[in-house]
Structures are given as structure tokens and as C-alpha cells.
């Protein structure tokens, strides 16, 4: 079993849609997350970084954390053409990426 | 402020051959980490460094070494390349080491490409 999973998409929505990008893990005793947002031909941009299970909002971006179910998400309000890229979330207790996300918002 | 530089953006070489990457983290940060990403994947873990000590070491073969040096940049090295080696490396700094969950801020890469 890999120790991050994520499903690579691609996943392609309407502008304005609500976008949810989730990824599951294996170890329990993992507490630190992350979301990057990688466009094509550049490295990962920070996104979300989170510790413990809850909410974490920024602008249109929430990040959430259910650490009963190993699961993490990251939601995307008001999605824009502009968010169209990978979303890869990872562990940073182990520094772990999951596979990516390919996103792709149309107008 | 300037962030994560990495040197040469794109590289060709070929099998057997030698190559060098450069890194230089942002400012005030004392870690760097390297990354292997091949096209459709997440970023594959190589090393971390802090204060020019390696702290961590990801499942590649020996081929792969790393440095730190007194100013906090870093090279990778890479001898005897094979067909496989073609991939973005990326580079990563942090504060500390990241074990206490420390954000890491990536560069855009090196694209390595081997004939």
C-alpha cells in the first residue's frame, strides 16, 4: 500500500464550480500536510499547510484534515480558469508527494 | 526576496555520462531537499540537508550524491546516467529540517533529459 494516494484526474469543471481534490493515507502518525499547486514547466508552489485534523481556509482555498479516516482535502471556491494545473498534496512528517492532481477549469 | 534558484533550467546529456545541479535556497533558510520528478508523478524524495549534514536519504542508488556548503547551497550529482535519470530535479528549501512539518519551497527545476 503506498503511503499517500491520490487520484491523477484528470478532473476538468466549469468555471465558478466547486473543485474537491482529496488524498488518503496510510500512517496514523502523520500530523503535518500539505497542498502545492504545480503549473506545467514549473516547480510546486505552496498552497496549504495544515496540522491536525480540521479547517484551514485561505481566500477560496480549504484545506481539511479528518486524521480518524486518513484523508485530506483541499477545496477550491469559485474556481478560476487561472487554477487550471496539478494539485499535489503531500506528507512533510516524511516528505511523501502524492501523484498529483491534474485540474482543469474551463470558461 | 528571491526565491529557490536552480542552475541550468534544462540539460541534455548522455548515457554514461556525469552531471551537476545547483541550488541555492531562500534566504535564511537552512535546509535543502532534492527531488526527482518524473513527467506524471509527484516529486520522488533524494535527499535533505541541513548545516551541510545529510539528514535524509530517499530509495535511490548510490549514482545520486549530494552537498552542502557554508552558504546553504547545494549540488546533486548524478554519474553514469541512465535512460531513466530523464526527469525534472527540483529543489527545496526550508527553515529547519522539516521534520517538524516545516513548509519546503520549491525551485522550477532542472529538466534533465538523456539521449
Known amino acids: 500500500q503506498k503511503e499517500v494516494e491520490q487520484d491523477p484526474g484528470p478532473l476538468s469543471v466549469p468555471e465558478g464550480a466547486i473543485v474537491s481534490l482529496n488524498c488518503t493515507y496510510s500512517n496514523s502518525a502523520f500530523q503535518y500536510f500539505m497542498w502545492y499547486r504545480q503549473y506545467s514547466r514549473k516547480g510546486p508552489e505552496l498552497l496549504m499547510y495544515t496540522y491536525s485534523s480540521g479547517n484551514k481556509e485561505d481566500g477560496r482555498f480549504t484545506a481539511q484534515v479528518d486524521k480518524s479516516s486518513k484523508y485530506i482535502s483541499l477545496f477550491i471556491r469559485d474556481s478560476q480558469p487561472s487554477d487550471s494545473a496539478t494539485y499535489l498534496c503531500a506528507i512533510t512528517d516524511k516528505l511523501i508527494f502524492g501523484t498529483g492532481t491534474r485540474l482543469q477549469v474551463f470558461p | 526576496d528571491a526565491g529557490v534558484t536552480q542552475s541550468p533550467t534544462h540539460l541534455i546529456k548522455t548515457r554514461g555520462q556525469q552531471v551537476t545541479l545547483r541550488c541555492s535556497p531562500i534566504s535564511g533558510h537552512k535546509s535543502v531537499s532534492w527531488y526527482q520528478q518524473v513527467l506524471g508523478q509527484g516529486p520522488q524524495f533524494i535527499f535533505q540537508?541541513?548545516?551541510?549534514?545529510?539528514?535524509g536519504r530517499g530509495n535511490f542508488p548510490d549514482r545520486f550524491s549530494a552537498r552542502q556548503f557554508p552558504n546553504y547551497s547545494s549540488e546533486l550529482n548524478v554519474n553514469a546516467l541512465l535512460l531513466g535519470d530523464s526527469a525534472l530535479y527540483l529543489c527545496?528549501?526550508?527553515?529547519?529540517?522539516?521534520?517538524?512539518?516545516?513548509?519546503?519551497?520549491f525551485g522550477d527545476g532542472t529538466r534533465l533529459s538523456i539521449l
Open positions: 540537508y541541513y548545516e551541510k549534514e545529510e539528514r
Open positions: 527545496a528549501s526550508s527553515l529547519g529540517t522539516g521534520g517538524g512539518g516545516q513548509p519546503q519551497h
